[in-house]
């Protein structure tokens, strides 16, 4: 079995990796990237499962974002290597990742994806009926769960980032040779 840990900097070829495998070069085009574009995950809330050997097979981060005029958190992407998807991976991550958000405070969580496998975690489309996502979205497929009960109760609006911002990494600068005066 898998351990779910907090993800690092250092996990960020891995997971990158991981999500390319999962989701492919059409995961950038998704409305769910453009809130995530440029931001960072949520503190506390970007895991990682391993396997015995050290390996990631996992990953799964939540972002901060606005759903209408209520703070929320929008999970996503959750993505599990094709050869532990049999081995519970995702359901421990998904358990795991609420159960943080909800002891971190957080009130309610909006996500994209397929609604029979999120309803076995209480994630419902019927929250997110005055919402709106800022592109294309199967409203079926736009679910939220509320980690505090009315959390979402009249919720109307825009679903938008809100989250802290990544800052671009540097180029590294090389100091030119001193010229001889």
């Known amino acids: 079995m898998a351990v779910i840990l907090d993800e690092g900097p250092a996990d960020a070829g891995a997971r990158e ?3 390319d ?10 409305t769910c990237e ?3 574009e440029g931001r960072l995950p ?3 809330l970007a895991l990682k499962a391993v396997d015995a050997s050290g390996r990631m097979v996992g990953t799964l981060r939540f972002w901060h974002v606005a759903a209408g005029d209520r703070a929320a958190l929008m999970l ?7 050869e532990a998807r049999e081995e519970g991976v995702g359901s421990a991550l998904m358990r795991e990742g609420l159960a943080r958000a ?3 405070g957080h009130d309610a969580v909006v996500l994209v994806g397929d609604a029979p496998y999120y309803a076995r975690f209480g994630f419902a489309a019927e929250a997110t009926e005055g919402l709106s996502l800022p592109g294309p979205v199967e409203r079926a497929r736009f679910l ?3 980690l505090q009960t009315g959390a979402l109760d009249g919720a109307n609006g825009m ?6 911002i990544a800052l671009p990494r540097r180029a590294a600068v090389v100091a030119a040779p001193k010229r001889a005066a």
């Open 17 to 19: 990796a991981l999500l």
């Open 21 to 30: 495998r999962a989701f492919g070069p059409a995961r950038f085009a998704k």
């Open 34 to 36: 453009r809130l995530r």
């Open 42 to 44: 949520a503190q506390g």
């Open 76 to 82: 996503g992407p959750l993505a599990v290597e094709r």
């Open 102 to 104: 909800a002891a971190l």
């Open 144 to 146: 939220a769960l509320e």
């Open 159 to 164: 679903v938008r980032a809100t989250g802290a």
